[in-house]
């Protein structure tokens, strides 16, 4: 019979039988078990992370498929170095950002329809200075210093550079194309981060270019090393009172502390009860703005002009003006996106600063996602 059916039974037998047998020795005690002394705790050699910096990050933070990725990582970093800009993550992706927006990191980017649009232009500047058609037509039908006519050169031009070298030509060798071109090479930016070529001529009169000059500024700003160091420099080497760099972008497609300068205008304009152009430039027309305040400001005429003259300095912050102007409104944003319209030979698009600062705002974002 199976004891799993019948416990009761089973265990009665072993009483009974236990009864009958003969007494025995008690079992000698088991020797005492030794208990295992309790492992070590096993821990993790812990070694110090070396952040990522300087060159390995910018490394890090330019496009991952870019051409040339080590080449472009060396000129950034080396112009934040020459600059002596911290080469942080935030500084990194502001210029990464800027030079992705404005050229795709293209050293001397195309432009569609290059060719029609210089045309348009030089027109328009023939129109201005009274030349005849005639007179155009015969100056571009001239041979240039590489052998092909103006003209040639003119229709297979596609970057700024060769319209930039086309006009420079021209200028220096017939007195006639000063006329119509005012003196002025029409081509005002260039580059990958396409600075400003007047504001790379003022930087490297008052700071001297560390790099070897094969020619002119503005040879220097066609290149990748040269285009990167004056638009680093004019996008990062000044003192901004921003908390979102978002103006700081701004700034770099309307003039520096445009951003503040609009704010300031914004609120001058609601005190003053005359309205002003939100364009960042403290100009005549603020000026007059200005005047309807200068009892409550306890300010002569020549005092607010005086301090307008400082807005395109960090000083401005610190005048009578701009202080006064600001008690009086109590709680007001010190920065607001300036609303230019822009206008350019380059493009027959409406664009405008304040769509310009959000669009790079976005590639400064997604640069910063990449660590």
Same mark, same amino acid.
């Given at each position: 019979?199976?004891?799993?059916?019948?416990?009761?039974?089973?265990?009665?037998?072993?009483?009974?039988?236990?009864?009958?047998?003969?007494?025995?020795?008690?079992?000698?005690?088991?020797?005492?078990?030794?208990?295992?002394?309790?492992?070590?705790?096993?821990?993790?050699?812990?070694?110090?992370?070396?952040?990522?910096?300087?060159?390995?990050?910018?490394?890090?933070?330019?496009?991952?498929?870019?051409?040339?990725?080590?080449?472009?990582?060396?000129?950034?970093?080396?112009?934040?170095?020459?600059?002596? =800009?911290?080469?942080?993550?935030?500084?990194?992706?502001?210029?990464?950002?800027?030079?992705?927006?404005?050229?795709?990191?293209?050293?001397?980017?195309?432009?569609?329809?290059?060719?029609?649009?210089?045309?348009?232009?030089?027109?328009?500047?023939?129109?201005?200075?009274?030349?005849?058609?005639?007179?155009?037509?015969?100056?571009?039908?001239?041979?240039?210093?590489?052998?092909? $006519?103006?003209?040639?050169?003119?229709?297979?031009?596609?970057?700024?550079?060769?319209? $930039?070298?086309?006009?420079?030509?021209?200028?220096?060798?017939?007195?006639?194309?000063?006329?119509?071109?005012?003196?002025?090479?029409?081509?005002?930016?260039?580059?990958?981060?396409?600075?400003? =070529?007047?504001?790379?001529?003022?930087?490297?009169?008052?700071?001297?270019?560390?790099?070897?000059?094969?020619?002119?500024?503005?040879?220097?700003?066609?290149?990748?090393?040269?285009?990167?160091?004056?638009?680093?420099?004019?996008?990062?080497?000044?003192?901004?009172?921003?908390?979102?760099?978002?103006?700081?972008?701004?700034?770099?497609?309307?003039?520096?502390?445009?951003?503040?300068?609009?704010?300031?205008?914004?609120?001058?304009?609601?005190? $003053?009860?005359?309205?002003?152009?939100?364009?960042?430039?403290?100009?005549?027309?603020?000026?007059?703005?200005?005047?309807?305040?200068?009892?409550?400001?306890?300010?002569?005429?020549?005092?607010?002009?005086?301090?307008?003259?400082?807005?395109?300095?960090?000083?401005?912050?610190?005048?009578?003006?701009?202080?006064?102007?600001?008690?009086?409104?109590?709680?007001?944003?010190?920065?607001?996106?300036?609303?230019?319209?822009?206008?350019?030979?380059?493009?027959?698009?409406?664009?405008?600063?304040?769509?310009?600062?959000?669009?790079?705002?976005?590639?400064?974002?997604?640069?910063?996602?990449?660590?």
């Amino acid at each position: 019979m199976s004891g799993m059916r019948f416990p009761g039974l089973i265990a009665a037998v072993a009483v009974a039988l236990a009864g009958c047998a003969t007494p025995q020795k008690p079992a000698p005690e088991p020797p005492p078990v030794r208990q295992a002394k309790p492992a070590a705790p096993v821990t993790l050699e812990r070694r110090a992370v070396k952040p990522i910096t300087g060159r390995a990050l910018v490394v890090r933070l330019v496009p991952p498929n870019l051409e040339d990725k080590s080449g472009w990582a060396d000129d950034i970093h080396a112009s934040m170095r020459r600059l002596d =800009i911290e080469p942080g993550a935030p500084n990194i992706c502001a210029v990464v950002a800027v030079t992705e927006h404005e050229s795709g990191f293209r050293v001397d980017p195309p432009v569609p329809n290059l060719a029609g649009l210089a045309r348009k232009e030089l027109e328009r500047r023939r129109e201005r200075a009274g030349i005849p058609k005639l007179m155009l037509r015969a100056t571009l039908a001239l041979p240039s210093s590489d052998g092909r $006519s103006y003209r040639e050169r003119l229709s297979q031009a596609t970057t700024e550079r060769h319209l $930039s070298d086309l006009f420079e030509d021209l200028a220096g060798r017939l007195p006639v194309a000063k006329a119509f071109l005012d003196g002025h090479n029409p081509v005002r930016t260039g580059g990958p981060m396409q600075v400003s =070529i007047r504001f790379a001529q003022e930087h490297a009169a008052a700071v001297p270019y560390p790099y070897p000059k094969d020619g002119s500024i503005r040879d220097e700003v066609f290149t990748r090393r040269g285009g990167l160091y004056f638009g680093i420099a004019h996008l990062l080497r000044y003192a901004a009172p921003y908390d979102d760099p978002i103006f700081r972008f701004a700034d770099y497609n309307a003039g520096r502390y445009a951003s503040r300068n609009a704010a300031f205008q914004k609120v001058l304009s609601e005190l $003053s009860a005359t309205p002003l152009e939100l364009d960042g430039d403290l100009g005549a027309q603020t000026g007059r703005a200005a005047l309807h305040l200068a009892a409550r400001l306890q300010m002569s005429p020549d005092d607010i002009r005086r301090d307008l003259a400082l807005g395109a300095t960090e000083r401005f912050e610190q005048s009578r003006l701009y202080t006064g102007v600001f008690a009086l409104a109590g709680q007001a944003p010190h920065a607001v996106l300036p609303e230019i319209a822009l206008r350019t030979a380059k493009t027959t698009r409406m664009l405008t600063t304040d769509g310009f600062a959000r669009r790079v705002a976005e590639r400064y974002r997604a640069c910063l996602a990449r660590l």
